[in-house]
């Protein structure tokens, strides 16, 4: 029957959806399906509207092209550059780790979060499970052949700002004589050149990209959401607030989830957040370790319920580097966080963001085994807790 449930529940997110994009008609038909699930087996059912940005790479790509500007100023007035790309480059950090800045001015479009709730009588802890619900776009950047190199060219872009701060740095403190022949300044054109060339990339897959179905990513993740719903609804937790969150607007840089941690005055020490993607494919994995500048470890507690319940679920230990899950928010602000993945051997969850994302690739069983994981990993941290 519960097998059935998760079928159905692929079928229509994945099936009769031909996508749920971000800020879109279909994502709203998508939570509106998610809502009415989750009412029937939650009394506590809350649609939370919020607002987002509409594709980030025109943000991001638009701070790579600003280092030509800085390059510009370190001709006439390197101090001035120093200063000011400093600046970009701290702003960039901030607008990439979720905490918007100028990305405030830009136009917003409508998204919204899905959140069941299970209230304790006497809470100690509060457990949020997060599954986006929104599909992505097949890209050039999507591409599976591609995926493996997003983060070493990501860290070259980081590297790229830098080196151009460290040459505005050169000649703002006359470290080179006037006989001595700028080599710096090869270098500081040449990282600019780079920048430039992420930026036409990103450009270019803001224009070209295309909405898939997104099976696998995520509607898998959705579907073992639901699956909690019913489980916990059977047998709610008895010393934990449970929140099962089905987040909007992740291809909008994770707006969703950022929404709901902003929103809330949530104590970050009684509180435990496990996001759930890409569980219809690949094997079965928590995620130890993740992050694509700098790699955070996930918190303790739930890693070690994870590696109590792994053997009966077979799900193995991993560290995600390669994508941005939407943990990613969480990780930022410091609560304590941990993924649920199926991933290929190449670290990244099968199909992800590309055509081949359809329900033909996904296992019902599967998200299943994922869902039944993530609950036993809850009911033990739950029972491991003081």
């Known amino acids: 029957m519960q097998q059935e449930r998760i079928h159905n529940d692929m079928h229509y997110l994945a099936g009769e959806l031909i996508h749920r994009g971000a800020l879109t008609e279909q994502e709203r038909l998508a939570a509106v399906y998610i809502r009415n699930r989750f009412r029937e087996s939650v009394s506590d059912v809350e649609v939370d509207e919020f607002r987002a940005i509409e594709n980030p790479f025109y943000l991001f790509a638009s701070y790579y092209c600003e280092f030509l500007v800085v390059a510009v100023i370190a001709v006439w007035w390197p101090r001035a550059a120093l200063c000011y790309g400093a600046c970009v480059l701290l702003t960039y950090l901030a607008e990439f780790l979720g905490f918007p800045l100028f990305s405030r001015l830009l136009p917003h479009f409508q998204s919204q979060n899905v959140v069941a709730r299970f209230l304790a009588d006497e809470p100690h802890y509060l457990f949020i499970v997060a599954a986006h619900y929104d599909s992505g776009r097949a890209s050039p950047l999507s591409r599976p052949a591609v995926t493996q190199w997003l983060r070493p060219l990501h860290l070259g872009v980081v590297a790229c700002m830098v080196i151009i701060l460290a040459t505005c740095a050169v000649d703002a403190l006359h470290v080179f004589g006037a006989d001595q022949p700028p080599v710096h300044l090869a270098v500081r054109w040449g990282a600019v050149g780079f920048l430039l060339s992420a930026a036409a990339a990103l450009f270019f897959t803001a224009l070209t990209g295309e909405e898939i179905r997104g099976a ?14 019913d489980r916990f609804a059977a047998q709610p937790p008895l010393r934990a607030d449970v929140w099962l969150t089905a987040t909007g607007g992740h291809e909008s840089w994770m707006a969703g989830l950022r929404h709901l941690l902003t929103t809330h005055a949530l104590d970050k020490k009684r509180t435990f957040i496990l996001n759930v993607e890409g569980v219809g494919a690949g094997k079965l994995h928590y995620i130890t370790g993740e992050g694509m500048l700098h790699v955070t470890p996930s918190a303790a507690p739930l890693v070690e319920a994870a590696e109590g319940v792994a053997a009966r679920h077979d799900a ?37 963001n590309w055509l081949t994302d359809v329900l033909t690739e996904v296992d019902d069983a599967a998200i299943a085994n994922a869902a039944d994981f993530c609950e036993a990993l809850l009911r033990r941290l739950e029972d491991s807790q003081p």
Do not use: K
């Not at 696998?216 to 719903?229: E, I, K, M």
């Open 316 to 352: 193995s230990p991993a560290r995600l580097r390669a994508i941005p899950s939407a943990a990613h928010m969480a990780f930022a602000r410091g609560y304590q966080t941990m993924s649920v993945m199926g991933l290929d051997e190449t670290g990244v969850p099968p199909h992800w």
């Open 216 to 229: 696998n990513c995520n509607a898998s993740g959705v579907a073992a959401l639901l699956r909690l719903a």
